[in-house]
């Protein structure tokens, strides 16, 4: 659905410097000032800063993000408020920006604003700018402070509604005229809101035309005309008549496992204002998640790939919260070059690149890669220009960092008892903690035994070799395994997969294996040594399917498991998945991940 290369948007200045959309020969808002229309409009018109005070999260939905200055508007209001409240905005937005262009846009639409309130708007406007996505069609969801959280869905509206999640309490129901753009109006879109509608969803809309009122009303919203803006006389508001009481979700919750998984949905939680106690039988990142570098890369495959889309959307995730909050975490947007392992793989990924923007995923001969490498690999392949390394350690307690979570380190789980109001968590020393929410994000812990989920156990060994000052390796090379750059004077090389294999030894044979692996990426850099110094044993969790296993396992019970070698690029994003899911809030990815990532898709009956 999302696998197709985005045109992006153009603007204009027309002859009295109002900014002009040539594709739809419309301007990007009201000539009478964008910032007051957004402000009266949108901000006004949903009545949104009378939720500040009354809900811990306010859902706002866009149909059309434009240039960004609803968002800013309604940030903005919610700054001026000085509220707890948090603000989860979702906009769909077919042809977004380029960061540059949409810089050079608000920066002249920042020039008509109040200028009292321009200071702080080119704040937030610069906050959102440092982490505007890469032009890929899809899901990139965007933390831009403790309380903004910003999901920007670059797709057609038509096929980016059914896959969305509500609820949302507010619609902002945006676009050019109708009569410009009639896909953003039409009937069939319009009667697809009161599935994504919370009670008492508030909607706002600058068009006020006969047909977008008479939809609306037969979707069952109460309609009606306010005065207008500017030169318009008139402007829209229309409320979803359904009433419900607000349950906030849980405050405190237990998650087992203090690997990147766990660390991961413990902070998206916290972030939230709830409570969490960790629960780790070693020490936090003692098992797959110690290792000294981890590679964060999408994995190319065919278009429509699941592996790669969750992969993609989970490494630009991480880059944006490293950039955020963990920017101390040794780390290292430095680029991948990926080879692929024969001609179809090849053929898959050219498949990719023909969707995505040259300075996301590019193919690159021998020669081109060998200068941004400083070494030739072993054949042509694809450059990821913002993958890189990280170490999962420090990225792990930098996670597990916040006022909100406490880990207690040496201590076992035995089993979980379900009681009235959540789960009882018997450790096995004897001791119990009863919580609401319960998060099991161990795969290997005894805790897990009584949830049925079928995985594979698959050891793996990495290698090292030390840093060649004449030749430092730029960026991180990968084909069947994967070759860092130096990182503490050691280049790191893996891993090997060994299936049903207990052994916690180092193994000379491992090695060597990947020395060959090595040889098979680098020709030549490693000429001369015979054999690479042990590196760590570990094991990781793996499905059939390759996708990970997170989601609901029974009321209170969840998990993020099975993320096998893609633990760090996918486990953060799933984080802030499982962490939207349990409270409610529009996902990080589509809506057909519930099902996707669903752990009960590898339950088995307990039958011998």
Known sequence: ??????????????????????????TYASRSGAWGQADYVFVQGSAVAQRWHTQGCVRVLETGFGLGVNFLATWDSLRASAGNARLHYVAIEKHPFT???LRAALDHALSSADPYRRVGLKALAEQLLKQWPPMLAGFHSIELDDQVTLTLVFADVNDALPVLRGPFDILFLDGFAPDRNPQMWSKALLTQLPALAAPSAQVASWCVAGAVRRSLVEAGFVVEKRPGFGGKRDALAAHWPVTAEFVNPSQEAIVI???????????????????????????????GSGNPVAIVRPELGAIGNPVTEITSAGASWLRRWIGRQAASVPHAWCGVVRIARDARKHDKMTQQATTASEDWLKAVDVTTAAQLCSWPPAAEGFHLAEAGWVTPPALVNAMLEHPLISVRSGTAVSSLVPQTNGWRVELENGSWIDAPLVLITTAFDTGLSNTRLTMGRARGQLSQLPARPDFPLEMVVCREGYVSPAVDGMHTVGATLQHDDEDPA???????????????LLPGFADGVSALISGRVGWRATTQDRLPLV??????????????????????????FLAAMICDEPLPLGAEWVERLDPMRMAHDGAE
């Open 1 to 26: 659905m999302f696998n197709t290369k985005l045109q992006p948007a153009r603007w204009r200045c027309d002859e009295e410097g109002h900014l002009y959309a040539p594709e739809f020969g419309d």
């Open 99 to 101: 960061r540059d262009d």
């Open 257 to 287: 496992g203090a690997g990147i998984a766990g660390a991961s949905v413990a902070r998206q939680l916290a972030r939230r204002g709830i409570a969490v106690k960790v629960i780790e039988q070693a020490t936090p990142a003692a098992g």
């Open 506 to 520: 180092a193994r000379s044979a491992d090695d060597l294996e990947n020395l060959a692996r090595l040889h098979r």
């Open 551 to 576: 989601g609901k396992l029974a009321p209170g019970l969840y998990a993020s498991l099975g993320h096998g070698a893609r633990g760090i690029t996918c486990a953060p994003l799933c984080g802030e």
